[in-house]
C-alpha cells in the first residue's frame, strides 16, 4: 500500500530468481534494460531521487543498450552496484528499507536505506504453456518454454508447419519479438497458397468538407511521457479558443484502440471535418491516425500531427512550463496548417515483382532462398567473388552445431535456385524510383545492368575487427582475435599445458568510437575455453571481462566453463589489463576487481575478443539507397521495437549484422523477417502512393521549363505549360520553390499552409532575453534526428519550433524572408548530408538558396549568423541537440532580431 510520499531512494535489483540454479538457472534477458529505462524515467521525473541498480552483470548486447546504461550512470548519475543483495530488512525505526550488500569493487559489507525496492524477477512461461504444448504435439525446453528446432531453425517445432514467436519460446525484447514474428510470418507464408486479393478502400460515405473548417484537437498524455512534462488540461483549454476549434479533449495513450474509438465518435458528434492529434512523431503514428479518420468518413489527409514528445516533452523533461508554451506554439501552427488542408485521393501503382538482395553471406542466402521460394524473381548482388559471407563461423557458440555443411547447401540451392539470379563481385551504382518500382544500376566490372525491383534487402555482412596496436596484436606473434583462435581450435593447432589469457570487450564498449557492445563475443569466448579444455585438459584458461553477456539459453554454459576451471577475473574499464613480452613469453598484467589482487599471468597465447565493425562499404552504400546509419556506422532501421527490419523509406529493408552485431539464431530470424517484410507489396502485387505530388495551374504557368529543368525524376514536361506525372512525381516540393509566376502547389505542404504555420508560431514571445527561432527540418533526416534525440532524451532549449518539410529543397527564401520579417530571431534548416538527400539534390539546391539569402540579410543590415544550414542524419540525434544548443546560444549573443519591434506580438 502506497504511502503517497515521494521517494527520496530507490534501488533496483536485478536477479530476483534468475540466473539462481535453485529458482531459475537462465538468465531472463530483459531485466537489465528495463531497470535501466525506469531508473531514467525516476530522474527524468525527479532527479533528486537517489537511484541505484544492484546488479550481477550488465547485460546490454542490444542495439543502442550499452549507449543507454553508459548515459544512466554518466549523466542521470544512476549508481550501478556490481553485487547481489543478501537481505532487504525494515528499519523500524525510520521505516526504511535497508539492503545489506557486498561490493565486489570493494570488499566490503554495506548497508544502503532506501524508500523503495524494485525487484527484477526471472520472466517464466506462461502458465498454461505446457497444455498448449501438449494439444499443439510440439515439444517444451527443459525451462518450460516452447522449443524451437534450434539456431539453423529459430521458429521451426518439431511439427512441421507450426512456427513459434516471442515470448513463448523464451525471454527476448520487443525488437526481437517483432523480427521473430516476421520470421514466422516468412515460414508460414511458404506453406500457403499465393492468392492476390482485391485491394479494398474504405466503405464510409465520405464526409463533406466543403464548408468551414471544424476541427478536432486531441492531447495524448502518453502515459507520463508527455504528462509528466507538458500541462496536458492547459493544453487543451488553449485550444478550445483557436479559430474553427470546436472540440478539444484529452487522451490518455492517443494510439490506443479506445482513443481511436472516441475520435471517431467526435468527429461524428461534433461533425468534425479536421483533426488533429497531438502526441507522439508522424513517422511512425500519422498512418495509424489517418486510418482512423478514414474510418470515420474524413479524409486521410484532412489530418495533421503535433509532435509534442519526441520534440517537447523528452528534450525539455525538466522545463515543464517552457515545454507546455512550446506545446501550445505547436498546436496554434497546426491549427493553422489545418484550416488550409484539403482531401487528397491517393493512387495505385503496379509492383514489379522483383526483389534484390544486397550481400551473400548467410543473412542474403536466406532471405533470397525465402523470397524466391515463393515464386518471385530475386536478384542476389555480392561484391565479393564467391558467395558465404566475409565473417565465416563454421559453428554456432556454445551450441556445438556446426553451420559448415548448411552454408556450403544454401549456397548450392541459391545457385541452382530458378528464381534468382547471381551477380558477383558486383556493386551498386544507383537507385531511382520508389516501393514497387526501383530502377537499380549494377556494375560488373566495368559493364552496368540496369534492373527493376519491387523491393531491395541489404543483407551485407559486418566485419571483425582487427585491433592493431591492441594489445599487442601485430605485435606479437602470440596475440590473435578469438575468430582467428577459434581457427585454431578448430584445426587442432594447440598444445596441451599451454596457458591461455582471453581479453573481453578489446575494442568494444569504450568511451568514444565503438561505444556498443558486440553481442556474441563473451559466448564465443566461452565456447573457445570449454573446447580447449576439452582437448587440452592440462592448459589453463584465464578469461578477463568486464561483464558476461551471454544469451538466455548459454547462461549454462557460463556456469559449466567456471565449473571446469576456466577461472574469470574481472578488470574495470578505467584499468584493463596490459600485455608484455618477458623474456620468450608474454605477460598480461590485470586487477582483479574481486579480490583485489594485482595479477602477472604468463601466457602463450593472448586471446582478444574483438566487436564487429560495420563494412567499409556501408557509406557509400548507405548514400547510394538514400538510408541513414547510426552514430556507430551500422544501418539505421524505421523504429527499433515497431519496424526493426524495415528503413524509413519504403520498400527497402535491412537485416543481419549490418544492423547491429548479433548471433547466428538472431541472423537467421532477422532475414527470414525482412524476406516476410518484402514479400508484403510483391503478393499483394499493388501499391497505394501518397498524394503529396506536384500540381501545376495551367492558368499561370507561364511554360519557362524551370521545373523540368529541376525535377531529378522527370516528372515533369512542358510543351504549351508544365503537366505532372504523379506517378513519378516524389514530392520533394522543388519544383514550386523554382516556379517564378507560383503556378505548382505542393499538395499537403502548399505555400498557404506553411505561411500559415510561420505566422502562427510567431505569434507570441519568450521571456525578454530569450530567443525564439524557427526550423525547417526535413521528414527523412533532420526531422528523425530530432525524433531520435528526444527517443535519446538528449536536452536542449525550448527555443526552436519546428516545421516539417519532405525536403530541404522545398524550403521557399520567402518563408525564410517572412519568419524574419515576423521577428524570429533566427531560422535553422535541417537537411540530409550532400550524398545523402532523399531527394537526389534538393538538399543542394537549399544550400544554395541560403546562400544567397544571406548576402542580401547582410545588405539589409541583418546578421546573416542569424540563418543556419546543418546537414544531419536521421541517427544524429545527439548533433541535433548539440546543433539547437549553439544556435540558440549563438543568438543569445546577438540579440532580440530588430525587427520584432515593428512587429505587434502577444508577450
Known sequence: MSDKVEPKGIAFIQCVGSRNIDVKPYCSQVCCMYATKEAIVTKEHSPEIDTTIFHNDVRAPGKGHQELTTRAAEEFKIRYVKCLPTRVSLNPANKKLAISYAETAEGKTKTLEVDMVVLCPAVIPKSGTA????????????????????????????????????????????????????????????????????????????????????????????????????????????????????????????????????????????????????????????????????????????????????????????????????????????????????????????????????????????????????????????????????????????????????????????????????????KLKEVKGSIGNFDVTLFQGEQPKIVKVGTIIVATDAEELKPEGLYGYAQYDSVFTVQEFRRMVGEKKLVDGENVVMILCAGAREKEGRTYCSAVCCSEAIDSALKVKEAHPNSEVYILYRDIVVSWKDEVYYREAREKGITFIRYEKKNPPEVSMVGNHLAVNVKDIITGAELTIPANKVVLATPLVPARDYEELSSTLKVSLTTQGFFLEAHPKLRPLDFATDGIHLCGTCHSPQGFSETVCQALGAASRALIPLMKGKVVNEPITADVDSAKCIACANCEAVCEYG???????????????????????????????????????????????????????????????????????????????????????????????????????????????GVLIGGCHPGDCHYISGNLKAEKRVEQLKGWLKEAGMEPERLRLEWASAGEGKKIAEIIQDFTSQLEKLGPNPLRKQVKVKP
Open 131 to 426: 497444455d498448449l504444448a501438449k494439444t499443439l504435439g510440439i515439444d517444451i525446453s527443459e525451462y518450460g518454454f516452447l522449443k524451437s528446432l534450434g539456431a539453423p531453425a529459430p521458429v521451426d517445432t518439431n511439427v512441421p508447419g507450426i512456427y513459434l514467436c516471442g515470448g513463448c519460446e523464451g525471454p527476448k525484447d520487443i525488437s526481437s519479438s517483432v523480427a521473430q514474428a516476421s520470421a514466422a510470418a516468412a515460414r508460414a507464408a511458404l506453406r500457403t497458397t499465393l492468392v492476390k486479393a482485391e485491394f479494398k478502400g474504405v466503405t464510409v460515405k465520405e464526409r463533406v468538407v466543403d464548408k468551414e473548417p471544424r476541427i478536432g484537437v486531441f492531447v495524448c498524455h502518453c502515459g507520463i511521457n508527455i504528462g509528466a512534462v507538458v500541462d496536458v488540461p492547459k493544453i487543451v483549454e488553449f485550444a478550445k479558443d483557436l479559430n474553427g476549434v470546436v472540440d478539444a479533449e484529452e487522451l490518455l495513450f492517443a494510439c490506443s484502440k479506445d482513443a481511436a474509438a472516441k475520435i471517431k465518435e467526435a468527429i461524428e458528434k461534433h461533425d468534425l471535418n479536421r483533426v488533429i492529434v497531438a502526441s507522439c512523431t508522424p513517422r511512425t503514428h500519422e498512418p495509424l491516425f489517418r486510418a482512423t479518420c478514414e474510418e470515420a468518413g474524413l479524409n486521410p489527409y484532412l489530418f495533421e500531427m503535433v509532435n509534442i514528445r519526441e520534440h517537447d516533452s523528452w528534450v525539455h523533461s525538466h522545463q515543464p512550463e517552457e515545454a507546455t508554451q512550446k506545446a501550445m506554439d505547436l498546436v496554434r501552427m497546426a491549427v493553422a496548417k489545418a484550416r488550409l488542408l484539403h482531401p487528397l485521393e491517393r493512387f495505385e501503382t503496379d509492383v514489379s515483382e522483383t526483389a534484390m538482395v544486397l550481400g551473400g553471406g548467410v543473412a542474403g542466402l536466406i532471405t533470397a532462398k525465402t523470397v524466391a521460394d515463393k515464386g518471385f524473381k530475386t536478384y542476389l548482388v555480392e561484391s565479393r567473388g564467391k558467395l558465404g559471407g566475409n565473417v565465416n563461423r563454421s559453428f554456432v557458440p556454445l551450441e556445438n552445431i556446426d553451420v559448415s555443411d548448411m552454408l556450403d547447401s544454401l549456397i548450392k540451392q541459391v545457385e541452382n535456385h530458378k528464381n534468382i539470379e547471381v551477380f558477383l563481385s558486383t
Open 715 to 825: 516528372a515533369i514536361k512542358v510543351d504549351k505549360v508544365a503537366e505532372v506525372n504523379p506517378f513519378l512525381c516524389k514530392g520533394c516540393g522543388v519544383c514550386a520553390v523554382e516556379c517564378p509566376a507560383s503556378a505548382i502547389t505542393m499538395h499537403h505542404f502548399t505555400d498557404d499552409q506553411l505561411s500559415a504555420m510561420i505566422k502562427a508560431a510567431l505569434e507570441t514571445w519568450p521571456p525578454e532575453g530569450k530567443p525564439k527561432a524557427l526550423a525547417f527540418f526535413c521528414n527523412w533526416c533532420a526531422y528523425a534526428g530530432a525524433d531520435m534525440a528526444g527517443v535519446s532524451r538528449f536536452q536542449y532549449p525550448p527555443s526552436v519550433r519546428i516545421i516539417r518539410v519532405m525536403c530541404t529543397g522545398r524550403i521557399d527564401q520567402r518563408h525564410i524572408l517572412q519568419a524574419f520579417l515576423l521577428g524570429a530571431d
